[in-house]
């Protein structure tokens, strides 16, 4: 490809706080590859897709489904809530698209989101003081469960006699109320009838995968959130609970990290976040109100209104650094058009203290001190064109934008999204460099 990225091992990660637009980039790179790799996350995510009269969103499978010669793998990276999948096949076929054992392959030893999970995610949002912010999605438990070893995975359901020794742990570790309608019976019914139906699908994904890169064909991993949310590295404790960044392509889909060649990390020409936690390029109501509308900025998952701000150099090159970011990709760039002069946060200010780096302000955030985000100011973008192939053929002040976020962040942008739809994007080769 004249792009030169359709080799093997693309990963496809978030460099903000997630929205960032991957599941439009991974039905673009799609195109040049075979198979399409969920590693991370659950139906927290939400990948929206415009594909010419068709509007649609995925939550679970991968966005590569939309291509009918494409496999599409969920690894055991990732939490599986069984009847968002079941929901999301049926809405698949609802559009034609076929969910069969030869298209979609499941990790046997993906963790499963049990009802419970999502009522006590749910508990936790509604009590005073312990607030993140969540989807509700029973994601976070899901992951407590598996790090806490007693979490039920995907091949377990096939076993009546495993769930019910799994379900007995669980219910005595987690102190869960038996006599509410979450009763082992009830439980284990809906396990097997879960079973049945997921039983075609599951297989070892790594070692399919494997497989396939071994032959040559190419992978992509699609990323879910974004590295500001990575449990470890993100804005703890206002964090999803899984490792969004790169090198958990490798872990949660069960093959070796030297698989993983490239790795573009998607940022808005903005920025958002869903959920509470710092965000220190948030603008004011106002003018949050116009990227809301211009941007339609509301959770794809909760329909919850995106919290807004500009850019945030500082913070996108750390993303950059933690994922190990070899290529950018900027998306929405065209929503600026619209807005009037851009602004481009390019420090830190606290305590009289100007200049500041992404960790240390959020050093000065958890001591409980206010940051301000210091910014350069672009003028308006002016006009966009409908159709464009190059930088150059965008107004200058965006093409200023590009250069800025070049040279801040040391790293190549390599594709730019302006517009929703399947070809309103292009490619930037960097052979000559
Ligand atoms: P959880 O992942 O549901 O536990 O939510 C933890 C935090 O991550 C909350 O602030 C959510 O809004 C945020 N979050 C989780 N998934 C996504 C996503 O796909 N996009 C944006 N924010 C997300
Ligand atoms: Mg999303």
């Not at 900025?297 to 190990?324: H, M, S, V």
Request: with cysteine.
């Amino acid at each position: 490809m004249a792009h030169g990225l359709s080799g093997q091992g693309i990963v496809v990660v978030g460099g903000q706080w997630g929205d960032e637009g991957k599941g439009r980039i991974v039905d673009t790179l799609a195109k040049d590859c075979d198979v399409v790799v969920r590693f991370q996350g659950g139906n927290n995510a939400g990948h929206s897709l415009h594909i010419g009269e068709t509007s649609l969103v995925l939550h679970l499978i991968p966005c590569g489904i939309m291509r009918p010669d494409k496999i599409c793998m969920i690894g055991n990276g990732v939490v599986i809530d069984p009847e968002v999948l079941f929901q999301e096949m049926d809405l698949l076929a609802g559009h034609g698209v076929k969910c069969t054992a030869d298209n979609l392959k499941i990790a046997k030893n993906a963790h499963m989101i049990f009802p419970f999970h999502k009522l006590i995610d749910a508990a936790r949002e509604n009590k005073p003081g312990m607030q993140l912010g969540t989807t509700k999605r029973g994601i976070g438990p899901c992951y407590e469960d598996k790090v806490a070893r007693f979490g039920i995975v995907a091949s377990d359901l096939l076993s009546p006699r495993i769930i019910r020794k799994k379900l007995e742990n669980i219910f005595g570790n987690r102190f869960l109320d038996r006599s509410s309608d979450l009763s082992i019976e009830s439980l284990m019914d809906w396990a097997q009838m879960i079973g049945n139906r997921l039983a075609p699908f599951l297989c070892d994904v790594g070692e399919a995968l494997e497989h396939f890169l071994k032959q040559g064909r190419s992978v992509l991993f699609e990323g879910a959130q974004g590295a500001l949310l990575d449990v470890d590295h993100g804005t703890y404790p206002f964090v999803t609970s899984s490792n969004c960044v790169a090198a958990q392509a490798a872990i949660g889909s069960g093959i070796g990290a030297h698989w993983l060649k490239e790795v573009l990390m998607v940022s808005k020409a903005y920025c958002t976040r869903v959920g509470e936690g710092p965000f220190f390029s948030e603008t004011d109501p106002v003018e949050q109100e116009r990227f809301r509308r211009l941007g339609n900025e509301f959770g794809a998952t909760t329909g919850r209104p995106r919290r807004c701000g500009w850019i945030d150099l500082p913070a996108l090159k750390y993303a950059a650094r933690i994922n190990g970011a070899t290529g950018l990709v900027l998306t929405k760039i065209d929503i600026l058009a619209g807005l009037g002069p851009i602004k481009v946060g390019v420090s830190y200010s606290c305590q009289g203290n100007s200049g500041l780096s992404f960790m240390e302000a959020m050093a000065a955030f958890n001591e409980g001190h206010v940051v301000s985000m210091e910014y350069k100011e672009l003028k308006a973008a002016g006009v966009m064109p409908d159709r464009a192939e190059k930088i150059t053929d965008f107004p200058q002040p965006l093409r200023d934008l590009c250069s800025m976020i070049e040279d801040y962040v040391g790293i190549p942008i390599r594709i730019i999204s302006y517009g929703r739809e399947r070809g309103q994007e292009f490619f930037i080769s960097h052979e000559k460099n």
